[in-house]
């Protein structure tokens, strides 16, 4: 290894500390202590080491299922189906075979029915995979309210032992929605790359997101600042996702890498919450995390892009946009006459400076389908995965690169190209004389920036 070499090394290693994306693991201090209360105030003194001291995570709320070993998640009210019938997101043992039943509250009677279970293909082979546990509403009951699942059959005096998810989306919406765009992260864990964090969220605000959904294992302190910011600005909301009390996690997308009970910190079941969740509360959803930009090409927001995607393709698809690799191992100046932006004063706030990372790896057109993220219409769909929908109503399209792409910003590892390979990427830049004065203002606000700055 030459001295030119090494150096690059370092700079990656660096790179990988700095970003902290959810599956960079650095080696990290794990402080056992209570969570953050909501709001710190900008004044408390900052921890020397708040930026990359990772607080213990809140216990994701999950009912286990007496006599098996599936875990309950969340319950929607299904009005899309032939007969009405109320979806529970469940996490299940894929091998484990067992008869379930379902008991309703419906006004005042409790009704049984029988439950179908239907476990998603995308488990990438760990022993536990997501699953939708449907359970038909019987005649007579208009509006169940609560549902409680148990092996069959449900005896009566087991009736008052069983605990019960209330039964969301109790009303079909088509036309008028609290919001418009909707983000869901999943999940953030061991997080401390707090300055690509405001940096995302204020990207995503100028691009139409009006609300972002956290499906949070851990993070630091300042990371908790931050979220408390935005939860307060009505922006995030926060759902706490930490599965270590249930479920041995692994850490990465295979068994092979990181061996565990269900693949990827429970990825796939918080993204398919977080679809139902916001079924009827938002117009579109976005599934993608932190160090993603859907970004588009000809217009300048997301509310300009989807008619135009509308126009040509149809609407209520499912839009999957192109990934452009930005390795953060690069650090190079925008050709003459375009310039960096002066941003020193970030120089002490934990994370990566996305605006520094302008240049993309070429795209391989056969490799396009890796990686690549998806905005969709969420009634238009009825069960997803990381990198695509598995059961939409119409297929999903793949947008031209030429109306929007998607640039995932993350350390690559030993560099795969050389940097006269690397293609320049001006579009993030064409956003900063907004993000600048955006960012400091989060940062002020939340104490991580000096109010003299």
Not at 28 to 48: D, F, R
Not at 439 to 446: H, W
């Amino acid at each position: 290894m030459n001295l030119q070499q090494l150096l690059q090394f370092i700079r990656m290693v660096n790179l990988q500390f700095r970003s902290n994306r959810f599956d960079g693991m650095p080696q990290i201090q794990v402080l056992i202590s209570s969570e953050l209360k909501p709001s710190v105030p900008p004044t408390e003194p900052q921890s020397p080491t708040a930026g990359r001291t990772v607080l213990k995570g809140q216990p994701a709320r999950l009912l286990r299922v007496k006599g098996s070993r599936t875990l309950l998640i969340s319950a929607y009210l299904e009005h899309r189906t032939t007969k009405k019938e109320v979806r529970v997101i469940a996490i299940k043992l894929r091998r484990e075979k067992v008869v379930l039943q379902c008991l309703l509250r419906c006004q005042d009677q409790q009704l049984v029915s029988e439950a179908a279970i239907r476990i998603h293909r995308d488990h990438f082979r760990f022993p536990y995979g997501t699953a939708d546990v449907l359970c038909p509403v019987p005649s007579g009951c208009e509006a169940p309210t609560h549902v409680a699942i148990a092996p069959a059959p449900i005896k009566d005096q087991e009736k008052s032992e069983l605990e019960f998810l209330e039964i969301k989306n109790q009303k079909a919406l088509n036309n008028s929605f609290p919001h418009n765009f909707t983000c869901c992260f999943s999940a953030m864990y061991n997080f401390t790359n707090v300055l690509q964090l405001v940096q995302s969220l204020e990207m995503l605000q100028f691009l139409g997101v009006n609300r972002v959904v956290v499906y949070k294992t851990n993070c630091s302190a300042d990371v908790q600042r931050v979220l408390d910011h935005y939860s307060e600005k009505g922006l995030v909301e926060v759902i706490p996702w930490s599965l270590s009390k249930y479920l041995n996690v692994s850490r990465k997308a295979s068994p092979q890498q990181s061996p565990g009970d269900i693949h990827y910190f429970g990825q796939i079941p918080a993204l398919n919450d977080c679809l139902y969740r916001f079924m009827y509360r938002s117009r579109y959803v976005a599934l993608h995390d932190p160090d993603e930009l859907i970004l588009p090409q000809t217009v300048g927001s997301w509310m300009e892009l989807l008619p135009l995607l509308k126009k040509k393709y149809g609407a209520d698809r499912c839009y999957t946009f192109e990934n452009n690799w930005i390795p953060m191992e690069f650090e190079l100046p925008p050709p003459k006459p375009n310039a960096l932006p002066a941003v020193d004063q970030w120089q002490n706030v934990s994370g990566v400076n996305i605006l520094a990372h302008l240049y993309r790896e070429p795209f391989i057109p056969r490799r396009r389908q890796h990686n690549a993220k998806i905005i969709v219409n969420p009634r238009a769909v009825f069960a997803t995965s990381v990198h695509g929908v598995l059961q939409p109503q119409k297929s999903c399209i793949w947008v031209d690169r030429k109306l929007a792409r998607m640039y995932h910003i993350k350390p690559r590892g030993p560099p795969k190209h050389k940097e006269k390979q690397l293609i320049y990427e001006g579009r993030l830049l064409g956003y900063s004389s907004h993000l600048i004065p955006a960012v400091n203002a989060v940062l002020k606000q939340t104490g991580l920036l000096p109010e003299a700055t």
